[in-house]
């Protein structure tokens, strides 16, 4: 149980980070590309991400019901 929570955290920081890191990313870009597609790239990216998470987290549902 105590393994479970820790893991849950450190996802969390690492997701966290991953958002800064991408924030950080794009707003480098501002003087180059417009700001509608930063935005655009980033939360498309973004949802991508949120995407292929609940497609992993489904299917090890699955096997372990099975």
Do not use: P
């Amino acid at each position: 149980m105590k393994n479970i929570l820790i893991q849950k955290r450190l996802g969390l920081v690492g997701s966290i980070l991953g958002i800064v890191v991408a924030f950080f990313g794009a707003y480098q870009m501002i003087g180059r590309i417009r700001t509608v597609d930063i935005l655009t790239l980033f939360f498309g990216g973004f949802g991508a991400g949120a995407g292929m998470i609940k497609m992993i987290l489904d299917y090890r549902k699955e096997r372990n019901r099975n």
